[in-house]
């Protein structure tokens, strides 16, 4: 993640997470979409806008794109919990809020939160509900096997496991951002964001007063997945998909929640659940480089 904005320039040169596979640094502009704040895809030196179309992302009324690069939504239920993937050694659940609009048949929805497990450990991230949003609070809540997670307010501050020693979080903004690195297993990237009142007025989401409807716009990145892995997103992984939603839709829905609920947000009994049909995970075993 670069901010050009932090620093006062566009272009900044930069280097790759690993600094031992030979690439050299590049220069990276951030797009006039996202001029303040965008991705940066190593070694390729592409940026992205977080919530661009790329695979694993997940953004506002949740609109993923699968890993076979196409879009759909997944609307779920407000205050329920949902499988977004599940693989033999990682499972992550969303928890979804919403804000019911009388004119609809269905609650507009947002995640809230992840609960990541591998091994036998949980990490939570989560926005805090917001009555006013303002971007210079942290609203970020973040726990690993139920202890808070605390991280200086700079671009670049570090929290590194000792339980887990290939897991790191890192702020990529001083406040609302991070990325959370599971070396060989995950990076995601997440971010605080409100429902602004333009937002509201464009879509009639119903705002009112009381609930900014904080929520998280996420970029998931995966490695060494295995071919049963399932879950909303995760199922678009295996070399086995079939993509069923309708192509003629201007945006496809995915249906069948019943497949993908869950009990809790640390639950791994949706009904595609993988977690746990194997030894535990193995491939982190020593700290990171």
């Not at 951002?177 to 605080?192: P, T």
């Not at 640390?266 to 535990?280: I, L, Y």
């Amino acid at each position: 993640m670069i901010t050009p904005r932090r620093f006062g320039r566009r272009k900044q040169v930069l280097t790759c997470d690993e600094p031992k596979d030979g690439y050299s640094p590049c220069v990276a502009t951030c797009d006039s979409r996202c001029p303040n704040e965008c991705i940066v895809m190593c070694p390729g030196c592409k940026t992205y806008c977080l919530c661009d179309f790329y695979p694993g992302v997940s953004c506002g009324d949740p609109r993923f794109t699968g890993a076979d690069g196409n879009n759909f939504y997944f609307h779920g239920k407000k205050d329920q919990d949902f499988c977004v993937l599940s693989d033999a050694d990682l499972h992550i659940n969303a928890h979804f809020i919403g804000k019911r609009n009388p004119t609809m048949s269905r609650d507009f929805t947002w995640i809230q939160a992840l609960g990541i497990r591998f091994a036998d450990h949980r990490l939570y991230m989560g926005a805090q509900k917001t009555t006013k949003w303002n971007n210079d609070v942290d609203r970020l809540e973040l726990t690993f096997d139920g202890e808070s997670i605390n991280i200086a307010a700079d671009i670049g501050a570090k929290w590194q496991s000792t339980a887990m020693p290939g897991l790191t979080v890192t702020r990529t903004t001083v406040t609302n951002g991070l990325s959370v690195q599971l070396k060989g297993v995950f990076d995601i990237m997440a971010k605080v964001v409100p429902i602004t009142k333009e937002d509201s007025r464009v879509h009639n989401y119903g705002m009112t007063e009381d609930d900014s409807l904080a929520h998280l716009d996420i970029g998931f990145k995966f490695y060494d997945l295995t071919g049963d892995v399932h879950g909303v997103l995760g199922q678009t992984y295996r070399s086995d998909y079939i993509n069923k939603l309708s192509v003629s839709a201007s945006m496809p829905v995915m249906g069948g929640i019943a497949s993908y609920i869950s009990s809790d947000i640390f639950a791994a009994d949706c009904k595609v659940a993988r977690f746990g049909r194997s030894v535990g995970i193995s491939m982190v075993t020593t700290a990171a480089n």
